[in-house]
């Protein structure tokens, strides 16, 4: 079991873990600020500095699985191969110097995270600015789409102001979580049709953009304008977001309308 230090502080860069395990799917640590593939969101890259100083790159951060494929609480960090011939995890963390019960700083990439946080806060934001429900996600470094279910045809110019305007507004991104039952109750804060949000722990995460809703339409208070379940990292605040465009609109089906997100310039 990995504690997930990214779910509650998605600004922290770096933490000092144990190794608790090497296996054919990576390096297992007791804590990470690595967030693994999920949700559309790419998995971190990064470094994990051992006790030497020497440090070890990881080329991708993964959900550990057993053996029927669930996920397991185990949260992969995977090392980089750099010559020509792969070797096993196993062997580059031997080749390393690295075992289990070894001391480690794990240190993200943290401009690319960051690439991916503005990205993963604004497909949030386009889900206020096309409310259909969402059938794919994609999330990179460099460019992240949404797939919507819908027929109508969308505006790339019209979203792209969309979202410049809200994020010229600087609504506040919180971190919050909800009960499976009220979750149950609420099955229209669900907007994904592909990914399903994680119960069974009793609680799921969310993300809310802009104020709650007890305080909206209060003067001087923003409405709330997003609010879904999400285990992804997000900016504190939508002016971090800077200057995100759509690209390109893509009629992807007879009902997907496909919004390719970019960084202007
Ligand atoms: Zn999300």
Redesign the pocket.
């Known amino acids: 079991m990995t504690h997930d230090l990214f779910r509650t502080d998605a600004y922290r860069t770096t933490c000092n873990a144990t190794v608790t395990a090497i296996t054919p799917q990576g390096i297992v640590l007791d804590q990470t600020v690595f967030y693994p593939l999920g949700?559309?969101?790419a998995g971190d890259t990064g470094v994990l500095v051992l006790a030497d100083g020497s440090e070890l790159p990881i080329a991708d951060t993964r959900k550990g699985k057993d053996a029927d494929g669930q996920f397991t609480n185990d949260i992969c960090h995977i090392p980089a191969s750099k010559g020509p011939e792969p070797l096993s995890i196993e062997d580059l963390c031997a080749q390393a110097g690295l075992a289990v019960g070894d001391t480690v700083t794990a240190r993200i990439d943290w401009a690319r995270r960051h690439r991916l946080m503005r990205f993963?806060t604004t497909?949030?934001l386009l889900c206020h600015l096309v409310p259909q429900l969402v059938n794919g996600c994609s999330i990179t470094t460099d460019y992240a789409r949404l797939d919507f279910n819908m027929t109508d045809a969308l505006d790339k110019e019209q979203l792209t102001a969309g979202i410049a305007a809200l994020v010229a507004a600087a609504h506040p991104v919180t971190v919050g979580s909800i009960t499976d039952a009220e979750l149950d109750a609420n099955p229209a804060l669900v907007k994904s049709m592909s990914v399903q949000p994680p119960r069974g722990s009793g609680s799921v995460r969310t993300?809310r953009i802009g104020t709650a809703t007890a305080d909206a339409g209060r003067v001087g208070t923003p409405a709330m304008i997003d609010y879904?379940p999400?285990g992804?990292t997000h900016v504190a605040n939508t002016s971090e977001i800077g200057a995100v465009v759509v690209t390109k609109i893509e009629k992807k089906s007879a009902t997907t309308r496909r919004v390719v997100l970019g960084f202007a310039g």
């Open positions: 949700g559309g969101q993963h497909t949030h993300i879904q999400c992804g």
